[in-house]
């Protein structure tokens, strides 16, 4: 194979999983964006922490960046497959609206984390998203590198179940698969994370992530109580609902008074949704849910997210 | 005389969409151009296009519509001017024609004379006309899939414009497409040229422009590039070729500006995976063309070789080439050791031993599983094999029932939920490397086929049958719930399943007819006479626009019966080529004539009648005895499906049926003779429209 010679004549060593991070979060910083922490209740992807299912709702310019770890409880692979992982990192950025240039910033944002694009093949291929489980939908890209798909870039139509307006640009890159890319390896666990700069030692990402992949695929699949997970999405779920309907009743009254609205925790609300989302997949991976119910289930959760933007965007006209 | 240039900048269009959307612009501008009067005689209309631009380049265009005179008449001359002074309806005239009172003409016309003015109107400017008229043209564009970008979302597209080239030649016409003002500037390949602005300096530059910017605007160019280019990179490897696929070239023509290939190599261990799953694996999930021996080399003839061409899009040194083949190979890699994971993890659980898990796969929520479904095809199948074999078909029963009642076991398996367009053909594979044994495998490998029209059916008896049985099961199960296709909405895709059961009825020559199908579906009545219904509409359909028959022959035919395909056919083949002849032209001519006086004396309350105790003339005698005389022969042929000489046979009617319209009152005031007569035409009709209703073929 022709990999060896090729990265023995790189000038520099590639750069490591944190530093990919920081790259990228020092790019967008100086463009501007606010840099965020990871949000930090379990979410299936970076669109659905309220920097984005939100921020995107009603007239107000925002720019954020984060990078959030995302749970997809069925796709682990007990750290055993070199390229599946059941908590893999997105690093999620929005762009509302978006600026003209918004591509070529892309690119550059890519350069940042030192993929030389002269050397490399780039291509935008369709690809459209959607999410029923947040009534979300978009069009766009993914962003082909060298046959690797290496972001998702979307320009968001409707979250929540509403139409936008600004329309957003959402860009969500996999960091793991940009850094085994960068560094060639073939398994996401062989990735550097960092090294010390002083005695040169390399910490992998199997030494950081691979005991969680492990034990939270034997949780997720194995030990997992189906009955108090239901229980669990039963209860959230029982909650989400109780507040969406004291909402619904605060912003129908005429009298209720805009300090009474402003303070309605919608953000709580939205968080009890969140819950209820991961607890599906929890389901989900267990093999607890027939496909009849599947679609009623997300039915459900989709019913509350839609209803958090619908009073979201009531509440900021207040 | 000069040169348009419209250049549309986007953010890069999906490849699927380009082709279309370059024609239809540039039939958009040559209309619009056309309509407006701009064109020269000889102009020459030439599109491109590439992901990130649209573009239309028009030579022989006018700088302005021509002047036009318009001769107006306005009141008459006397009304107009009194004692050689003009009236309040002559300055009334001479302000709405917009000329001075003085410029008025006297016209001499056959009632009197009159006042007449000569208007001129000057022809607008060109570079105003397509200012106002053109970026309409560009938003009226269609596209599958539609996007707002801009804040206040003023207009939807297919991704957002960003920039828009608009010359008389080198002049900017000064249009606005969605809130984008037309310049002289384009730009080139994202990273080989990079941001800088291509400038066009005029309009005929506009190809070399951008090839100097490296963009090849033209699609033709580059898809032989890219042709070429496989073909010099295959041949690195010695004997190999590259397999030809169309649909992935138009796919890579329209993902490139610049196009390069490079040729990589994945292990050889991987060849022992199926090429189905290399196949898909390179060309649907990755746009790579695989690699095979070429003909004349016996062992590797049509077979893999372990490599990949990707076509890139960009131009790299041998060190940026290294970096991509390297990544592609690493991509590539990771997929097939996937498809080996799942295809080794698969085996664990046999497919016999899937067939309950298939009740958790939902076929369809109203009716129920693919457990459900594959009941209904197994009973569905029994009484179809019943009928064949009663018919003296040949095949392997058992084999059969085992195949349906698997069929759908591999929508199961991990490798067709990675790759889900291989159904079928993964449970084929795996029944094969499970010792099912090979009518099993090929039955199930074949069930989905023909995919089109195009598409061939499965070669075995048994895949056929199976074929039938599970389409016409879901056909009649998905009307009994309501879920018939209508207008353009068909979310199961019961047309493209009808048209199956057609062409399989058509190239099998398996001995059944469309109704003995049908009956083989548990269904009511009504749902069965509305299925029949759109399976005749689907005949219909493969008759005119797969088998190309003309519209009347098809009519024709298929009001004759279109139970049997394959015999409504041969009536269709053998009706096309008779109704050349004269004498054919003109029986269809009198058969329709017939049908109309039938149905004005049904409307008359007439009733047929018998000649037995009518003296006839003797035009109408000669008809009844050669009609009496012809008719058991034409049976005769009938039977033995000698259409073609049946035909012939009732095309000598001609003189005797001329000779009877000629002379003979059909509606005779005298009741019996009328009777007689409408008895004869009668039998005559329906005597000898067996083979087709000859009445609705379309004659001169």
């Known amino acids: 194979m022709h990999s060896s010679q090729v990265l023995s004549k790189s000038k520099t060593a590639p750069l490591t999983f944190q530093e990919l991070l920081f790259r990228l979060q020092s790019f967008w910083a100086e463009r501007g964006c606010v840099l965020q922490q990871p949000y930090d209740v379990e979410v299936g992807a970076g669109t659905m922490a309220p920097e984005t299912f939100l921020r995107v709702l009603g007239p107000k310019p925002y720019k954020v960046g984060y990078a959030q770890p995302s749970r997809r409880p069925a796709d682990g692979r007990y750290g055993e497959n070199p390229n599946r992982l059941f908590k893999h990192t997105q690093f999620q950025l929005i762009l509302k609206p978006p600026p003209v240039n918004v591509q070529e910033l892309y690119l550059e944002s890519l350069e940042a984390m030192g993929i030389d694009l002269s050397q490399h093949d780039l291509k935008f291929e369709e690809d459209n998203w959607e999410s029923p489980a947040i009534g979300a939908w978009g069009v766009g890209w993914q962003v082909m590198l060298d046959g690797l798909e290496i972001t998702q870039f979307t320009y968001f139509q409707q979250c929540g179940g509403l139409e936008l307006d600004p329309i957003c640009a959402e860009l969500t890159y996999g960091m793991e698969r940009i850094a085994a890319f960068l560094q060639d390896k073939d398994s996401i666990y062989e990735i550097v994370w960092a090294v010390d700069p002083e005695t040169g030692e390399a910490i992998t990402y199997g030494d950081v992530r691979l005991p969680e992949e492990l034990q939270f695929s034997v949780y997720n699949f194995e030990f997992a109580d189906v009955d108090k997970l239901w229980e669990h999405f039963r209860l959230y779920e029982a909650e989400a609902q109780a507040m969406l309907t004291r909402a619904s009743e605060l912003f129908a009254n005429e009298n209720a008074s805009a300090v009474e609205k402003r303070r309605f925790p919608l953000l709580a609300t939205y968080e009890l949704a969140l819950k209820c989302s991961h607890l599906f997949n929890l389901l989900d991976a267990r093999g607890a849910i027939s496909v009849t119910e599947r679609v009623g289930v997300i039915a459900r959760i989709r019913n509350l997210a839609v209803g958090v933007a619908k009073v979201y965007a009531l509440q900021q006209v207040t | ?700």
């Open chain 2, 1 to 700: 005389m000069a040169d348009f240039l419209l250049e549309i900048g986007l953010e890069e269009v999906p490849a699927r969409m380009i082709a279309g959307a370059e024609a239809e612009l540039g039939r958009r501008v040559n209309d619009l151009l056309t309509r407006e009067r701009l064109l020269t005689s000889g102009a020459k209309l030439t599109t491109y296009s590439t992901p990130r631009r649209l573009a239309v380049l028009i030579e022989g265009v006018l700088a302005s519509q021509a002047d036009t005179k318009e001769q107006l008449t306005g009141p008459s001359w006397k009304v107009a001017f009194k004692d050689g002074k003009p009236t309040p309806a002559a300055e009334a005239f001479a302000k709405k024609a917009g000329v001075a009172v003085a410029a008025l003409e006297k016209v001499s016309q056959a009632k009197g004379e009159y006042v007449g003015a000569t208007v001129k109107r000057q022809g607008r400017k060109t570079v105003e006309l397509l200012a106002t008229e053109l970026p309409k043209e560009v938003l009226g564009l269609y596209w599958a899939k539609n996007m707002y970008w801009r804040t206040g979302k003023p207009e939807r597209f297919v991704r957002p414009v960003r920039w828009v080239v608009a010359l008389l030649d080198s002049s900017i016409v000064l249009l606005e497409i969605a809130g984008i003002k037309a310049g002289n500037t384009s730009r080139g390949h994202r990273v080989l040229h990079g941001e800088k602005p291509v400038v066009i300096a005029k309009a005929a530059n506009y190809a070399e422009s951008l090839r100097a910017a490296k963009v090849v605007v033209d699609v033709a160019e580059r898809r032989l590039a890219i042709r070429n280019a496989l073909d010099a990179a295959t041949r690195t490897v010695v004997g190999a070729r590259w397999r030809e696929d169309g649909p992935l070239i138009e796919t890579v023509v329209h993902l490139t500006e610049w196009p390069t290939v490079v040729l990589g190599d994945f292990e050889p261990e991987y060849l022992a995976l199926p090429e189905e799953v290399l196949v898909t694996v390179m060309r649907d999930h990755q746009k790579y063309f695989a690699v095979e021996g070429p003909e004349g080399r016996p062992n590797i003839a049509g077979k893999l070789l372990p490599h990949f061409l990707a076509v890139l899009n960009t131009q790299v040194d041998a060190e940026g080439e290294a970096i991509i083949r390297h990544g592609n190979a690493r991509v590539l890699r990771a997929r097939f050791k996937d498809a080996r994971f799942f295809w080794d993890f698969d085996q664990k659980t046999l497919l016999t031993a899937r067939v309950e898990s298939l009740k958790h796969v939902t076929f369809q929520k109203e009716l129920g599983s693919y457990h459900w479904k594959t009941e209904a095809n197994l009973a569905v199948a029994r009484k179809l094999a019943a009928t064949v074999k009663a018919a003296g078909v040949l095949f392997d029963e058992a084999a059969l029932l085992k195949a349906v009642e698997l069929a759908k076991t591999d929508l199961t398996t991990e490798l067709v939920k990675e790759f889900t367009e291989l159904q079928g053909i993964i449970g084929g594979l795996y029944a094969k490397a499970q010792g099912l044994g090979d009518v099993v495998a090929q039955a199930i490998y074949a069930q989905y086929t023909p995919a089109s029209t195009e598409d061939s059916i499965p070669k075995t008896v048994e895949g056929q049958l199976l074929g039938l049985a599970d389409r016409a099961q879901t056909i009649t199960a998905m009307f009994g719930i309501g879920n018939e296709p209508t207008g353009s909405k068909d979310p199961f895709a019961l047309r493209r399943a009808a048209n199956a059961i057609i062409k399989i009825l058509a190239e099998s020559g398996l001995p059944l007819a469309l109704y003995t199908v049908l009956n083989t579906c548990d269904a009511d009545t009504i749902n069965k006479e509305q299925v029949a219904a759109f399976l005749r509409e689907r005949l219909s359909f493969y008759l005119k626009d797969v088998r190309g028959f003309a519209y009347d022959v098809v009519s024709a035919v298929l009001a004759a019966g279109a139970d049997d395909v394959r015999d409504a056919i041969a009536r269709a083949e053998a009706l096309t080529a008779a109704r050349q002849s004269a004498d054919f032209a003109a029986i269809s001519a009198a058969f329709k004539r017939i049908k109309n006086i039938l149905r004005q004396a049904e409307e008359k309350g007439f009733p047929l009648g018998s000649s037995k105790d009518v003296k006839l003339a003797p035009e109408a005698q000669q008809l009844a005895n050669a009609a009496a005389a012809l008719a058991p022969k034409v049976a005769n042929l009938r039977q033995q499906h000698a259409y073609g000489e049946a035909l012939a046979l009732i095309a000598t009617l001609r003189p005797v049926v001329d000779a009877f319209f000629d002379k003979v009152m059909v509606l005779d005031n005298d009741p019996a003779i009328r009777g007689a007569h409408l008895g004869l035409i009668d039998e005559v009709l329906r005597g000898f429209s067996g083979i087709a209703d000859f009445s609705e073929i379309v004659t001169a």
